[in-house]
């Protein structure tokens, strides 16, 4: 007997509907996904044109390979204690980026939420510290495993007696650059950091990834606060 066409049929059954549950289903629940109104702005919000140019700076050195994206939900991963965000990732965060840089590895810290962590302040700090890191990661974090990254500064010969300009990256110590030179980033290291600034996506309340209620603060009872009064007239 001839069973060609049942195995074809049986064949085509089967990879028809692993096609409909892991491409079709998926692509009819997420695929079209809009970036949902938050307050008077939306969410995720788009990038400004620096970090954009960043996050390609980002994707050409290959972070990736040691930093994921992705913040695990609280029963399943150490994620949100680590303080690597106060929810877990979901697919509305990632619907700018193409492609989406997950990761896989985490020889390092996941990224989700660094510019929250190391926040853009007025001071300049985070930026400061940002810039040493990538210069060589020894400045901050001694004994980093994390590669230095010396191409994305510019070494600046200095006329005799001339100070360091405005624009030279803070170094001290063993670290500071020989007499009559000075370190300046280049303009792909503060595209990079203006990326790493933007990733704060774990921080927003979404419908599918609620914030955690903050529990009472200890000792929280129903009694009246001390002073309180129920009389009206004062
Ligand atoms: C070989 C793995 C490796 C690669 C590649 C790597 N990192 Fe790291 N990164 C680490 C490790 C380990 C740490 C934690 C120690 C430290 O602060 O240096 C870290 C820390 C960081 C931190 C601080 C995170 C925090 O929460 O404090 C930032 C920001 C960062 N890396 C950005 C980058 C960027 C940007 C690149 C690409 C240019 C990159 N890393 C490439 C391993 C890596």
Redesign the pocket.
């Given at each position: 007997m001839n069973h060609g066409p049942l195995i074809f049929l049986g064949l085509l059954f089967t990879m028809a509907s692993s096609w409909c549950g892991l491409v079709l289903a998926p692509q009819l629940q997420l695929g079209n996904q809009q970036p949902v109104a938050k307050g008077s702005t939306s969410y995720p919000p788009n990038r400004p044109g620096l970090a954009n140019q960043g996050r390609e700076i980002?994707r050409a050195?290959?972070?990736f390979?040691?930093?994921s994206q992705q913040v695990g939900p609280r029963d399943s991963s150490s994620d949100i204690t680590r303080g690597w965000g106060k929810r877990h990732s979901v697919a509305q965060d990632y619907i700018n980026d193409l492609p989406v840089m997950l990761g896989s590895r985490r020889?390092?810290?996941d990224?989700m939420n660094?510019g929250v962590?190391?926040a853009e302040d007025e001071t300049g700090t985070n930026l400061v510290w940002?810039l040493q890191?990538?210069y060589n990661?020894q400045i901050?974090?001694p004994g980093?495993?994390?590669?230095s990254?010396p191409y994305l500064f510019e070494k600046r010969q200095l006329s005799r007696g001339q100070a360091h300009t405005a624009e030279a990256l803070p170094l001290s110590g063993r670290f500071a650059p020989p007499e009559g030179i000075e370190i300046v980033p280049k303009p792909e290291a503060f595209a990079?950091v203006h990326y790493?600034f933007s990733l704060q996506s774990a921080e927003v309340a979404l419908f599918e990834a609620p914030l955690p209620v903050p529990p009472p603060p200890v000792g929280d009872t129903n009694a009246a606060p001390a002073g309180a009064t129920n009389s009206a007239a004062k």
């Open positions: 980002y050195n290959g972070c390979y040691c930093h020889l390092g810290p990224l660094v962590r190391r940002h890191h990538l990661p901050t974090s980093s495993i994390m590669p990254y990079l790493l």
